[in-house]
């Protein structure tokens, strides 16, 4: 079966998915995006593309490795392209996402997750896995709900005041910089928290490793 954009190779050493980045396109419309994802001098594509309505439609084959992730990594594993599957939000990055494109995004996620065996661990964000390189699916998203339907993982309590460095490392997140690390966990779990690192961002990093570790 042949899909819409070329952008795409084999998955590398016999890599296959287990893990779903999510992703805001960050242009203006739907069709703006789909043309670029498509567009071979690109280089850039998705397997998956939602539109505002709803609409879903694939780009690239899920066995294929698709140029979504860039460089980045998870779990101090890098290539995250030949280890995953992404999907496409259309949204300029500005705005709330529309109810039916998160419908539409839930139901997608439940088809993936059952033909891969991926758990809820494994579905991430573009910011997750780059750290100050990327900032989607940004502070709008709302993970909480896709916790609630086992779609993902959010803690809904804290856990104990332990070293921040060492949760989010547990979580999965590359090693970087202690402001850019933090900026990117606020991202997901803290959205509009600003300032030092205090003791909510340490609590909710426990309980979020905690989470993350009992579900791999």
Request: with cysteine; glycine share 8%; charged share 25%.
């Amino acid at each position: 079966m042949t899909l819409p954009s070329p952008n795409h190779g084999e998955r590398r050493n016999d890599a296959r998915p287990e893990l779903i980045v999510i992703h805001y396109t960050g242009m203006a419309d739907c069709a703006s995006a789909r043309a670029r994802l498509c567009d071979p001098a690109a280089e850039v594509s998705a397997h998956w593309l939602i539109d505002e309505d709803g609409t879903t439609e694939a780009l690239v084959r899920e066995e294929r490795r698709a140029w979504h992730a860039g460089a980045g990594s998870w779990l101090g594993q890098d290539d995250v392209n030949s280890r995953s599957i992404g999907i496409e939000l259309a949204n300029p990055g500005n705005r709330p996402f529309a109810a039916a494109q998160i419908d539409a995004l839930e139901d997608l996620l439940r088809g993936i997750m059952e033909r891969w065996q991926i758990g809820p661990a494994g579905v991430i964000g573009h910011s997750d896995m780059a750290p100050g390189r990327k900032f989607d699916p940004g502070p709008r998203f709302d993970w909480a709900r896709l916790a609630r339907q086992g779609l993902a993982l959010h803690p809904d309590t804290q856990g104990p005041d332990e070293p921040l460095a060492a949760s989010l490392t547990t979580i999965g997140y590359p090693e970087t910089d202690p402001e850019t690390r933090l900026a990117a966990f606020r991202l997901r779990f803290r959205p509009g928290a600003t300032g030092a690192e205090d003791q909510a961002d340490r609590r909710i990093a426990a309980a979020a490793a905690e989470l993350f570790t009992a579900n791999r």
